[in-house]
């Protein structure tokens, strides 16, 4: 994803995608990119609407119903990978497991106070981020600033809403085709690279030592 923001999406400072894990890129001063994982989302929220027999809280409508729990989001904010360094990834396991014995320990409370609770969470850790990004390499931020969210998430009113209220810089949702085919079109677009043996994996986001050339060209058969 962090090669198909800094090409084909260069004008946006930041980008977030909110997945079932939310992640982010950000284009640095000297051309570089980094990007990594933040921490759950849509796992951690579709899993509570599940329990209210929803596929997923539409809009956020539920969650912005709720009232912040602060044991509860002290808990969600607590887990040792938040304060990592990046380059840094998350596994849908993790967030599970640890996301979900965090919410076990606050069975009694409604389930609209622990949806509220976690797009307080997903909020507050992607604001932090952008704060961290900003300090540890040196970028200055501006209204001007623009982070562009895309992924199931960013169909979260309620979500866009508290980030924006919580993040330094200006938030920007694009039209829905954009939201719901992004991860293809980077898909596609590392394809293109891998073709012209170009770069399509890089190391600032992978930790590796070097930029690599990923993926294998498979030629059909002749008739």
């Known amino acids: 994803m962090p090669i198909c923001d800094k090409i084909l999406f260069a004008e946006h400072r930041f980008c977030l995608n ?6 982010i890129s950000c284009k640095l001063p000297n051309g570089n990119i980094i990007g990594y994982d933040i921490c759950g989302a849509n796992l951690v929220l579709n899993r509570l609407a599940n329990d209210l027999n929803l596929k997923y809280d539409e809009n956020g409508s539920i969650a912005a119903s709720g009232i912040l729990h602060e044991p509860l989001l002290n808990g969600m904010n607590a887990p040792h990978y938040f304060a990592r360094p990046y380059p840094k990834s998350l596994s849908a396991g993790w967030v599970r497991k640890s996301m979900g014995g965090i919410l076990a320990k606050h069975k009694e409370l409604p389930t609209a106070d622990k949806l509220c609770t976690t797009v307080e969470h997903i909020a507050m850790q992607v604001a932090r981020e952008i704060n961290h990004i900003a300090q540890q390499e040196h970028i200055d931020l501006s209204p001007d600033t623009t982070m562009l969210v895309t992924g199931g998430g960013a169909l979260n009113t309620y979500l866009i809403d508290r980030i924006a209220a919580l993040a330094p810089v200006r938030v920007v949702v694009p039209d829905s085709q954009t939201i719901e085919f992004k991860e293809a079109l980077a898909m596609a677009f590392i394809g293109v690279l891998r073709i012209r043996q170009q770069t399509n994996c890089l190391s600032a986001v992978t ?8 993926g294998a060209i498979y030629q059909a058969l002749p008739r």
């Open 18 to 23: 909110i997945g079932g894990i939310a992640n």
């Open 207 to 214: 930790g590796a030592d070097s930029d690599v050339i990923g």
